[in-house]
């Protein structure tokens, strides 16, 4: 025993770490966006809980739900929670265990014939050779020296596991984050679009009635008559796409928040404006990115685990020490258990040095190295489909910008179009054909109108989607 308490002491000073020390990676960004029109402040960062500027209070009761209701973010939290046992598991690895043990066994030995050619007197071979109890009671001790750092790289591999769980379940939440607010945006469009479809509607039958009261008059022709049902009918038949879409999309924010789909009609189901983008939206600089964007941090995490990977692999090939110890008690009978003097210990260690594996071990170690260095290229590419992410969703947001600008001017044109052509037409001055025309131009412009605003806020959305943002203060709360 105190040959094995002796390795025990000068263990650890002979105890090294192999393998390679992770270092971080530096994200290879530009100075600023290419791209850095319309209304943006790549000066400011954004705002972590980003929807508040669009400033509608529903939208964020909304959020507030679907964070802590939505089924697939809690089934990545869950992973973080197997992450962190796994971590634990890690460890004890590199800690002595120990058992209590206890047994009873009766036996006989045997020993009859052997000693009966030894001339024993009948008394004694008859008691020596009598079946006997056995009672047993102790505690059995182990420990794997960490010499080589096999144990402490496996903890490191284990954190590391930990961290880029957690970067998925911070990606999960910027992705639901985006995909409520951008379905919020297309539920009040498509509510929108069956308002002034339902106007345009009231305004066809207007006319409807108006050419039936020329047509009586003899002003008009039956022709006009029908070119104006035709109209009505037309944009008749357009209200059913738009309800679908506002029923499709409640259904789906019901689902996003964890319940069933048809949860949300009561509240969501009256009208309201569409969330309209903050006159400046701040978008901070690309070096800022890789702390922001939860793919970047968990590509991250995952270079430090296969960089970690790599030392439990090369520690496989050094040798191992284990300490075993025993402490106990042996009787013949149950009472006597507790008496010291039937007490007995054993102690010792055992090396084990890989020779031969038949090139397991050196082709572990060449895996984990190429793994190491797969994982260094997806870091890169991570960032670099962040970045283009972020250029494409500013190019697109500001695009939409000009977009919406001139089809509002479209819409104010095509008013006074109507207007000026059903006046004419009113005082016989021109064909029904002329009003059919402007008729349509306006509805369609409106329309159009509509999607462009609603398209501008999903726009938005992706924005800050590829951004990052919206983890910081559920996710990383915790850390």
Wanted: proline share 5%.
């Amino acid at each position: 025993m105190a040959g094995a308490w002796r390795l025990i002491l000068l263990a650890p000073l002979a105890a090294c770490t192999v393998g390679p020390d992770f270092a971080p990676p530096q994200a290879e960004t530009p100075a600023g966006w290419a791209d850095q029109g319309g209304r943006v402040d790549p000066a400011t960062d954004p705002d972590p809980r980003w929807w508040t500027g669009l400033g509608d209070p529903l939208l964020g009761s909304l959020e507030e739900r679907a964070i802590a209701g939505n089924l697939d973010l809690k089934r990545a939290v869950l992973r973080i929670l197997e992450n962190r046992a796994q971590v634990q598991v890690a460890r004890a690895a590199g800690l002595p265990s120990l058992q209590a043990s206890g047994g009873y066994t009766r036996e006989n030995l045997g020993l009859k014939g052997p000693l009966a050619e030894q001339r024993i007197d009948e008394p004694v071979l008859t008691a020596l050779a009598a079946p006997f109890d056995l009672f047993r009671a102790g505690f059995d001790a182990s420990w794997e020296l960490d010499l080589f750092g096999r144990v402490g790289r496996s903890v490191e591999q284990a954190k590391a596991e930990e961290v880029a769980a957690e970067g998925s379940r911070d990606d999960a939440l910027v992705s639901l984050e985006a995909e409520v607010a951008q379905t919020y945006a297309q539920l009040r469009g498509a509510q929108e679009l069956t308002r002034i479809t339902a106007e345009e509607i009231a305004t066809e039958s207007e006319i409807l009635a108006l050419t039936h009261q020329r047509r009586l008059k003899g002003l008009v022709s039956e022709l006009d008559v029908d070119q104006a049902t035709t109209q009505l009918r037309t944009v008749q038949a357009q209200l059913p796409q738009f309800e679908q879409q506002a029923d499709q999309a409640i259904n789906s924010l019901s689902v996003l928040l964890g319940l069933p789909p048809e949860a949300l009609r009561g509240e969501l189901s009256t009208a309201g404006p569409v969330p309209r983008p903050p006159a400046i939206v701040p978008v901070g600089l690309p070096a800022s990115l890789a702390r922001r964007r939860p793919d970047i941090r968990q590509a991250e995490a995952q270079l430090h685990a296969a960089t970690a990977g790599v030392g439990v692999a090369v520690a496989q090939l050094f040798p191992e020490l284990s300490l075993t110890g025993s402490l106990g008690t042996r009787a013949t009978q149950a009472k006597s258990l507790g008496d010291w003097a039937n007490h007995f210990s054993t102690g010792g260690g055992t090396v084990t040095l890989p020779i031969f594996e038949g090139g397991r071990l050196t082709g572990t170690v060449r895996i984990a190295r190429a793994e190491e260095a797969e994982a260094v290229l997806a870091y890169r590419q991570t960032v670099l489909a962040a970045l283009r992410d972020v250029e494409s969703a500013l190019a697109t947001f500001r695009t939409e910008q000009v977009r919406q600008q001139r089809l509002t001017e479209l819409v104010a044109s095509a008013r006074d179009l109507l207007y000026l052509a059903r006046n004419r037409y009113e005082h016989g001055l021109s064909s029904f054909i002329d009003v059919l025309g402007a008729e349509t131009t306006l509805v369609q412009a409106r329309q159009q109108w509509v999607q462009s605003t609603t398209t501008a806020t999903t726009d938005l959305v992706a924005l800050y989607k590829a951004l990052g943002g919206g983890w910081e203060a559920v996710g990383g709360g915790g850390r």
